[in-house]
């Protein structure tokens, strides 16, 4: 039976120097990357990882992007590291575990013997590693690192899962839309791209 809470065994080590070794083995050598990086029941360093990335995407739109956040009572710094800590502490853990179930269950289909759900918000985290950019106003940027995370996260399920990467690719197609798509705005710029391409 998948647990939510399993016993920890290898995983990645902890540190700003393992989040940012981690960070480029997942974007230059994914398959090894999650072969060898996403353990059972070690959620831990994954889910840092993730808030890194959601908060160094923050940070740069923040300081790129013009009236970024609603400012509170005129207090424009504070209304930053406000919805900076709302999006980094609150969103990001509540958004990757809720992906990490909603990615479960599209497996069961086409997966039987599937890992852990551990291991699959590990696997969701580690994709979103391009997407540290996406934070850049410049909608081929943008939608670059959503197309790039949503691959890594194909690769990784069927790594971790032990399926094809067109099975992964269709059981993670909608959480793949969710988190990259709407939370990290590929969407938006690729609608962007389309309209200053006159395709819509």
Do not use: N
């Not at 949503?150 to 899962?161: E, P, S």
């Amino acid at each position: 039976m998948t647990q939510w809470i399993e016993s920890s065994t290898g995983g990645r080590d902890r540190g700003p120097r393992a989040i940012a070794r981690a960070w480029v083995e997942v974007l230059t050598r994914p398959k090894r990357f999650f072969r060898s990086a996403v353990a059972p029941g070690d959620q831990a360093p994954g889910l840092v990882f993730a808030m890194s990335v959601v908060l160094v995407e923050e940070l740069v739109r923040y300081l790129l992007v013009a009236d970024a956040y609603p400012v509170v009572a005129g207090q424009r710094t504070l209304s930053a590291v406000l919805w900076l800590g709302v999006a980094v502490v609150l969103v990001a853990p509540a958004a990757l575990h809720l992906t990490a179930a909603l990615e479960t269950v599209l497996l069961m289909p086409f997966v039987s013997e599937r890992a852990g759900i551990s291991q699959t918000v590990q696997t969701i985290a580690y994709s979103a590693a391009p997407c540290a950019f996406a934070g850049v106003p410049i909608p081929e940027v943008r939608a670059l690192c959503g197309f790039y995370a949503a691959t890594l996260l194909a690769v990784g399920v069927a790594t971790i899962h032990d399926t094809s990467v067109e099975r992964a690719a269709l059981a993670s197609l909608v959480p793949a839309a969710l988190v990259f798509g709407v939370g990290f705005r590929t969407f938006d710029a690729v609608e962007t791209l389309l309209r200053q391409w006159y395709i819509i």
